[in-house]
């Protein structure tokens, strides 16, 4: 199994539900609380394991706007893995889920600074490094209905720009909309080979703009017909 | 990057340190005349031994759960810290068995202690090697990630260690020796040169852009909202940025303090300025080393606004 996330950056309208439910369910879930620093202060901080960034593409006319929702990618080559010294960042083989033991995590940085998409926040409270479980305390929870077996992030999304789901299985859903949409992966070029992978905005027709058209422009013209008859 | 002060003094002292050990335990094996003198070595060896534990206790300072910072010696098969951290306490041994010998022995030591001797120093310099490749192995960060960041740190310990060496050896003697003088001169040189080398290498903008980070390579690509009110942990670690012109006088500061002046100081000889040289170097090296981190441009900076790292 390969479990990730897909996301709809034609659909995402950047309301920040995903990140909020993420951290509602994460700050009691297994990787302990996502505290904050000086959450009322002049200069708030805290750990949140997804983070929706705004981008403009392109010029006007052309120009769109783009919201781009961020939590780990469960990278398949996952360096945040590799450096770690402890034993304490790990990619579980059954599901491909990457994991940060918290009781193993001395707190050194080097994973995050492995990580292309900073998808690793280090807990101001806490000391460990906290990163996005894919819900794994709540996928795999059968006293939940089935429909609720899902990432915290998924379900509250208010208009289905995610998806959950197994990219090993080529009829599910993540899969087909991957096949269907043209789904990208960020920074391929580093080889990181990223599950969560991202649906471009669907071409919608670009609105015409009326252009008044010069004098020789019409003169021109006039001739034309002129000739042509 | 940020900077983080307590990983600047580790790997400036204890590459010092590391390079010291590794250059005096292979010319007293070798047979460089200068270098076997019982005090001369035994200085050196402790000299060396206090500075690279100094600065292995202040690189614990920056661990946010220093608790756990035992468990850091797992994961020698991946992890290049892991590896650092094995080879710096397996070094240990061997350079507590070579100075045992120089106290029982003097400088011309039985076969078994010049074999603990030897392998501390090849330990000394594959450690400088595992600190070099935490940085070098992040593919996330174009200006570590290449040959000449290995080059650097090795060239750069290498250099301070022989000025720690000229500097202990002319308080022993009262007198420079000229082969120790030599040596400083040449690996000074080469340090200037590799830093500079490595100066011009980070310039040119490569790699990953705005662009491919969003997966909208047809297109100019803005950031309009970086989604948060105010600076978390990916800001203030990877978003660290300074001004143009004070990284280029700061350039210029390090290569004046860790080279330069060094030279003129080494031209010149004596006990007093041969000790200036080694604190000239350090600070140079500090600084240079905060460059290091500070001219180090993340990936995750692309998704921050930076359209090129």
């Known amino acids: 199994m390969k479990l990730g996330l897909v996301v709809d950056m034609d659909t995402c309208v950047g309301c920040h539900g995903c990140a909020t439910a993420c951290k509602q369910w994460n700050t009691s879930g297994t990787i302990g609380p996502l505290s904050d620093k000086d959450p009322y202060g002049k200069d708030p901080n805290g750990a949140w394991l997804n983070r929706i960034r705004t981008y403009e593409i392109d010029d006007t006319p052309k120009s769109k706007t783009v919201h781009m929702p961020m939590s780990c ?157 | 990057m940020h900077p983080a002060f307590s990983v600047l003094v580790f790997t400036v002292i204890s590459g010092a340190g590391y390079g010291l050990i590794f250059l005096m335990v292979l010319g007293h094996l070798f047979g460089v005349a200068v270098l076997q003198q019982q005090p001369l070595l035994i200085s050196g060896s402790v000299l060396s031994l206090v500075m690279i534990s100094v600065g292995l206790m202040a690189s614990t300072l920056h661990l946010a759960n220093p608790k756990n910072a035992w468990r850091a010696f797992s994961r020698f098969k991946s992890s290049w810290l892991s590896r650092e951290a094995v080879f710096a306490m397996v070094f240990y041994p061997f350079a507590l068995c070579y100075l045992l010998g120089l106290w029982l022995e003097g400088a011309a030591l039985s076969t078994g202690y010049q074999i603990a001797g030897a392998i501390c120093a090849l330990l000394a310099f594959i450690t400088l090697f595992c600190t070099s490749m935490i940085y070098a192995s992040l593919k996330t960060i174009r200006q570590w990630n290449n040959a000449l960041t290995p080059v650097n740190y090795i060239i750069l310990g290498l250099m301070s260690g022989a000025l720690l060496l000229c500097a202990v050896q002319a308080i022993v003697n009262l007198q420079l020796s000229e082969e120790l003088k030599h040596l400083a001169i040449g690996l000074t040189v080469m340090g200037a040169c590799v830093k500079v080398i490595y100066f011009y290498w980070i310039g040119k903008p490569s790699g990953s852009s705005i662009q491919t980070a969003t997966g909208f390579t047809q297109a100019s690509v803005r950031l309009m909202d970086q989604g948060h009110s105010s600076n978390g942990f990916i800001n203030n670690e990877f978003g660290y940025t300074v001004a143009a012109n004070k990284l280029l006088r700061i350039r210029m500061g390090s290569l004046a303090l860790a080279f330069a002046l060094p030279l003129i100081l080494l031209c010149v000889g004596g006990v007093v300025f041969m000790v200036l040289a080694v604190f000239a170097a350090l600070a140079g090296l500090l600084a240079e080393r905060w460059l290091f981190f500070a001219e180090a441009r993340h990936v995750v900076r692309l998704f921050h606004g930076d359209q090129r790292t």
């Open chain 1, 73 to 229: 990618m469960h990278c398949e080559e996952a360096a945040c893995v590799t450096v770690c010294p402890t034993g304490a960042s790990y990619k579980r083989a059954e599901d491909g889920i990457v994991l940060v033991d918290q009781d193993k995590c001395m707190g050194c940085n080097l994973c995050a600074w492995a990580c292309p998409y900073g998808a690793r926040e280090l807990d101001p409270d806490q000391g460990t490094m906290k990163k996005c479980t894919l819900c794994v305390d709540r996928i795999y929870d059968t006293k939940l209905p089935e429909d609720e077996r899902k990432p915290a992030c998924v379900l509250t999304c208010p208009t289905k720009s995610r998806t959950f789901g197994d990219f090993d299985d080529p009829d599910s859903e993540v899969s087909q909309l991957v096949r269907d949409r043209a789904g990208k992966q960020l920074l391929p070029e580093l080889g990181y080979n990223p599950v969560n992978t991202y649906l471009p905005p669907r071409n919608k027709p670009v609105v015409e703009v009326h252009q008044k058209a010069s004098i020789t422009q019409n003169i021109k013209g006039w001739v034309n017909k002129v000739i042509a008859r």
